[in-house]
């Protein structure tokens, strides 16, 4: 979704309110991610003493692979999501959001923040005991002759 802000960098107090999904068809191509729903976006981009805020938060329902067990699982996610943006930045700077002429694209900004904020390892639960590693007993369900029998492994 494009967001023109050619009124907002110029008036104080503007505000333009976001509601909106991303569709699972547009995010089919982020590898390792499986959307089982479009992704929500709602908030509210406004200008504050002339400086533009952009805030909004991120509802995601991901379908994952526990990380131990290798279970299927639905996981909803939900971030908040807080940026500046500014017409220009003279050097490298990575703390705002340099829009592209007088406009930005909100899907970019929101998939990277959701992809950034999501976790580096799912589990189905806090004490999920993984799969033997001799046979791939689920030890969640079972316990195998290599459990009884070596605790340590």
């Not at 068809?25 to 982020?30: A, K, M, S, T, W």
């Not at 406004?46 to 909004?56: D, E, P, Q, S, W």
């Not at 993984?130 to 007993?137: K, M, S």
């Amino acid at each position: 979704m494009k967001i023109y802000l050619k009124q907002l960098f110029s008036i104080a107090g503007e505000t333009k309110d976001i509601d909106y999904s991303i569709g699972t068809e547009e995010l089919q191509g982020i590898k390792g991610c499986r959307f089982s729903a479009p992704v929500s976006v709602k908030g509210r981009i406004y200008n504050k003493a002339g400086v533009v805020y952009l805030r909004f938060t991120l509802d995601a329902q991901l379908f994952l692979q526990c990380d131990r067990c290798l279970k299927d699982m639905d996981r909803h996610f939900h971030f908040d999501c807080e940026h500046i943006v500014v017409p220009s930045v003279s050097g490298d700077n990575d703390e705002y959001i340099v829009a592209d002429g007088d406009s930005i694209e909100l899907n970019e900004i929101a998939v990277t923040d959701l992809l950034l904020q999501l976790p580096t390892k799912n589990l189905c639960s806090d004490d999920c005991k993984g799969l033997c590693p001799v046979c791939g007993c689920d030890l969640n369900e079972n316990i195998c002759e290599h459990q009884s029998n070596n605790s340590e492994l």
